[in-house]
């Protein structure tokens, strides 16, 4: 199957800072990508659906300007969390989806974990 | 806004023992995926739905969907320990662009 990584699968900052995390489709070309964040034990909440070459679509009570997105070619999306802070720890996963399968499945990374002190 | 919800939240089976979660949305479906989510991991696509009705197997796994489009199940007979994870059920409404995943329900097999 298709394969998408994320990068870094686990990064610890301090309160203030930015991280950026990088999901990659490695093996075929996704139009659409999606950015989900996951409490423990919790459902998958999407959070903006990234188009490439075109602004990101946000989801009812995200706020644009703290989860940034860009979606510059068809194989690379990125998700920038600004001036983080500890609410914002969390299990952050991407999805890219291949247009070209049969199932117009989403292929997932594997995962960011986001630890704010 | 779509909801979409699963139950049980949680099940606890004995291995051998059959399990079935159910998945409702609140607006009628184009399309249902259904995901696998081991602890630690990240969702793992199972199969999709499409038509009203339509019934599908992968070995011990039954998934249905609804004749209405709004509900669907995956049934797992005879549960084995490999099948411990969370399942998760994405609807999928046509226009929205996206897919909506449910609650999901959390199986543990015990030996």
């Known amino acids: 199957g298709a394969v998408v990584s994320q990068h870094p699968s686990r990064v610890i900052c301090k309160s203030g800072t930015s991280v950026k995390i990088e999901c990659r489709s490695l093996?075929?070309?996704?139009?659409?990508m999606f950015w989900y964040r996951q409490f423990p034990k919790q459902s998958l909440m999407l959070m903006a659906t990234?188009?490439?070459?075109?602004?990101?679509?946000?989801e009812q009570g995200v706020e644009k300007d703290k989860f940034l997105i860009n979606h510059a070619s068809l194989t690379l999306s990125t998700l920038t969390v600004t001036s983080a802070h500890p609410e914002d720890s969390s299990f952050y996963i991407c999805?890219?989806?291949?247009?070209?399968?049969?199932?117009?499945?989403?292929?997932f990374g594997p995962g960011t974990r986001l630890t704010v002190l | 806004g779509q909801q979409v919800m699963q139950i049980p939240q949680y099940q606890h089976v004995q291995e051998g023992e059959d399990f079935t979660t159910y998945c409702n949305s609140s607006t009628t479906l184009s399309n249902i995926q259904w995901y696998k989510q081991r602890p630690g991991g990240h969702p793992v696509f199972l199969i999709q739905l499409v038509k009203s009705g339509e019934v599908k197997k992968q070995k011990r796994l039954t998934f249905q969907f609804g004749e209405a489009k709004k509900n669907s199940s995956l049934h797992i007979t005879a549960t084995q320990t490999t099948d411990v994870g969370t399942y998760f059920c994405a609807g999928y409404t046509s226009g929205t662009y996206k897919y909506i995943f449910g609650t999901g329900t959390r199986l543990k097999v015990l030996a």
């Open positions: 093996d075929f070309q996704a139009t659409t």
């Open positions: 990234s188009n490439e070459g075109s602004k990101a679509t946000y």
């Open positions: 999805s890219a989806r291949d247009t070209g399968g049969d199932y117009n499945e989403q292929f």
